[in-house]
């Protein structure tokens, strides 16, 4: 880790990746896998790949996966309003606009107040002690009310867990059982969980996983997209979406902000701008998996810094994902 270099983006200058790490990332563990073997395991002492951990947003691309390959599988359409497929939702008119393709790709348009993103993040903390948990506050909410302008990705608010429960509408599943689904679909080693709130409500940040089983699903994404895995985990459709940069001209979520060229953002994926076919998920405090279609290159992190989310931290996982591609292609010639 000391004799390879990496670009800190703080100055340009090139330092060992160690000191990216630790410094820029404040990196718990890296695995970087080439054509599905490991090349690169980094553990900061003590830290342990196989535990499972609380991926926070970085849960929310999971989801989306897991609601497309129910869309391919004609589990649910993705042109019918979110009222007439949640039917707790069904007496609320505004809704009936929101399509489940608008919550599915992150742009449900929805506006929430500061109130409503305080209360839903206690509620999924379980920090509201005597409240009704998040499930029966959405149910219960009186107005619904929609961007009129371009609307902003959902990100850091309460549609994600929409998001859950339209895939518990479609599969028909409760999360622990949509989570064994998911192991078994990309061959998890380690025990993994999903959290719930004070009221037993299973919430959207909720899913954790172990680093190594992080990877397994970004090796999973690859093998399908190449038609290589015994059990694809979404249609040709979605995979080719999420590995291919987009014209959209939405406004752009601020994890983008650091990342080197033009990059876009779809299904909560992102695409690293002009480096052919590739994708990543950039979750809180540095957290995230990036896939290199093309090359087979997959590196997942666990991290905890101290930004939630910042150009510099953007820029710094950036310089990682581009020394591993080198350092797998190396090891490749070799």
């Known amino acids: 880790m000391d004799q390879l270099e990496a670009t800190d983006p703080a100055d340009g200058r090139q330092r060992s990746l160690r000191f990216l790490l630790e410094t820029r990332i404040n990196a718990e563990g890296v695995v970087v896998l080439r054509q599905g073997k490991q090349v690169l395991d980094y553990r900061r002492t003590g830290f342990d790949p196989t535990q499972a951990r609380l991926l926070l947003d970085a849960s929310r691309p999971i989801l989306a996966t897991m609601l497309a390959r129910a869309a391919g599988d004609g589990r649910i359409s993705r042109e019918k309003a979110l009222n007439r497929v949640i039917s707790e939702f069904s007496p609320v008119r505004e809704l009936s606009k929101v399509s489940v393709q608008r919550v599915f790709s992150g742009r449900s348009g929805l506006q929430w107040s500061r109130d409503d993103l305080e209360r839903w993040e206690k509620e999924a903390r379980g920090q509201s002690t005597g409240r009704s948990g998040i499930r029966a506050w959405l149910n219960k909410r009186g107005n619904w009310p929609r961007a009129q302008t371009r609307p902003a990705p959902d990100l850091q608010n309460p549609s994600a867990e929409l998001l859950l429960w339209l895939n518990e509408k479609a599969w028909q599943r409760r999360p622990p059982q949509l989570l064994c689904e998911l192991q078994q679909s990309i061959k998890a080693r380690h025990p993994a969980y999903w959290t719930q709130d004070a009221k037993g409500n299973y919430v959207a940040d909720g899913l954790g996983l172990s680093l190594e089983d992080f990877a397994r699903f970004g090796q999973s994404l690859i093998d399908t997209r190449q038609r290589r895995a015994a059990r694809p985990l979404a249609p040709a ?65 666990f991290a905890s810094n101290a930004a939630k989310h910042s150009a510099l931290l953007s820029a710094a996982l950036d310089s990682l994902w581009q020394t591993s591609r080198k350092i797998s292609v190396e090891n490749e010639r070799r």
């Open 237 to 301: 459709w979605f995979m080719e979406s999420i590995s291919t940069p987009s014209d959209s001209l939405d406004i752009q979520p601020p994890e983008l902000a650091g990342l080197k060229g033009k990059s876009t953002w779809q299904y909560y994926f992102t695409q690293p701008g002009d480096r052919g076919r590739q994708a990543a998920i950039i979750g809180s405090y540095g957290t995230s998996l990036y896939l290199d279609f093309d090359k087979n290159i997959v590196v997942a992190v």
